[in-house]
């Protein structure tokens, strides 16, 4: 990714509407295995960036980060000095990580990208690295019809349907526990701008385009409508539809 990109996530990620929702959807899967994980389980971030989803995962144990790009990690620092990170690719998790074993493992918006060389490679490499019985939270972007200007700009190679993410993770010896799609209020709108992308009336250079924060009283209201699709997740299990998919997944023993 661009370091404009990284600077955006880094800006706006704490406040976002988008990430603030994500959050409390991530600490809804999580409280709901609690009581699987260890007091201080070991979590690794795949991915981690400029360490949006830190302060959530803190809650939950003893977090590593790790991610391809010195000046994510530059950024992440500002934010958390004392964050335990190491700099390198998750597709080669197997060797970083050799002899070490985590109870969570979490890719945010990670597979996507076009530097995972094999999707199902690297999750197989996650499944190594993973205690039986610990997890798996994915979260990735949704539906390849949707493959737009941002997706280029943020180095998108890939998106995911439900059933596709479930293939992989079962190949790669994982069990669903949950899983949804999320974010269904951009559905319609990135619909759109994808048909007009696609159609050449319109054209976003800048990751900031789809990235920006909106003003205070919008984003407020847009966390309020994200409150309420998860409570329909809490009481019907999913969404239907939305732009992202998120799972969690047990390591098969
Ligand atoms: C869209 S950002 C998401 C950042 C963060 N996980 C979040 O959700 O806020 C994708 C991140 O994955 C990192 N990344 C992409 N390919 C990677 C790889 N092969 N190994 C490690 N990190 C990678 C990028 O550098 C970037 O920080």
Redesign the pocket.
Known sequence: ?ENQ??DE?ARV?DTHWY?ES?RRLLEYYLDSVKDALPSCAQIL?????????LNVLEKYGDITG????EY?LSLLLKKHPSAKIKI?????LDNIFKGQAFDLA?????L??????DDVQ?LKKAADIVKPGGFIVL?EPAYGFLYRDNDKI???ARRYTKTGIRDILTKAGFRIVKITYFNSLSFLPLVAITALQRSGLIRFKSASNELRRPHRVVNELLKFIMSCELAIIKIFGSMPFGVSVFVLAEKVS
């Not at 390198?88 to 080669?92: E, H, I, L, V």
């Open positions: 990714m990109a990284y996530l990620e990430h994500r971030d795949v991915g981690c960036g400029t360490g949006g989803m790790l991610e391809i790009s994510a390198g690719s998750a597709n080669d979490t890719f945010f918006n990670v996507y990208h076009k530097w995972i060389a690297v979260n943020c180095f998108g």
